[in-house]
């Protein structure tokens, strides 16, 4: 069964640090979600994609985060710098191209654990 | 906007109990509505969703929900639960072509 790929799992990262998640979706899937979900919450959303394109960053603190699917495929999260508050498990899900009146289901990655010291 | 109110934080039950646990959404135009599930470090999993039709949804593992549109409710309930359903649990709307706004997540834990 076609999974959402996500690497790493686990990443331990200081503050001002630099890093980077990666995501692959499954295949044919042309929707890619970035959420992030802190510790007793629920996921939030960051970035939406539609092919290669933003569709909804409105959550992105576009100061330290940014995103990019530069071919439609496959996706990269990056905060720089990091800071304490961005300890969280970070998301990614697709779907299918959404039809109009319908629900497209997404499917969710396994997630990385984010620990910023 | 939408929103989403899961009522209860958590949920203790003994195995083979029935369970429900709560939610409430807000929104001014028409949703979808889902229930996923998710274990300790991974990602979420659908157990079920309304879309139209039948107000009765069945998913996986047993679990069901009534969607009630003058209620705006979504209850998920199973008529009796295992060990294994040991989770968190979490209710979710979107219109089409939007993202999944999630409740804050029902901890559900049962015991023997």
């Known amino acids: 069964e076609a999974e959402v790929a996500q690497s790493p799992r686990y990443k331990i990262t200081e503050k001002s640090q630099a890093v980077a998640f990666w995501c692959d979706p499954i295949s044919g899937h042309a929707t890619l979600y970035w959420y992030r979900q802190i510790l007793g919450q629920g996921p939030e959303l960051l970035v939406q994609f539609q092919d290669e394109s933003v569709v909804d960053d409105s959550q992105l603190p576009k100061d330290r985060f940014s995103a990019e699917r530069l071919k439609g495929v496959d996706s990269t999260l990056k905060i720089q710098p990091a800071e304490l508050g961005d300890s969280a498990m970070y998301l990614c899900?697709?779907?299918?191209?959404?039809?109009?009146?319908?629900?497209?289901?997404?499917?969710f990655g396994p997630g990385t654990r984010l620990t910023v010291t | 906007a939408q929103s989403v109110t899961q009522l209860d934080s958590q949920v203790p039950v003994f195995e083979e109990a029935p369970v429900e646990l709560r939610c409430n959404y807000s929104?001014?135009?028409?949703?979808?509505l889902f229930w996923y599930v998710q274990y300790p470090n991974q990602g979420l999993q659908l157990l079920l969703k309304?879309?139209?039709?039948?107000?009765l949804v069945k998913g996986i593992n047993g679990f069901e929900a009534e969607f009630n549109k003058s209620q705006t409710s979504f209850h998920l309930r199973k008529p009796s639960v295992h060990i294994s359903d040991t989770a968190e649990y979490f209710c979710a709307v979107k219109k089409a072509g939007t993202a999944l706004i999630f409740g804050k997540g029902t901890t559900l834990s049962v015991s023997s």
């Open positions: 899900a697709s779907s299918l191209r959404p039809s109009s009146g319908t629900g497209r289901e997404q499917y």
């Open positions: 929104s001014s135009v028409s949703v979808y």
């Open positions: 309304y879309l139209s039709g039948s107000t």
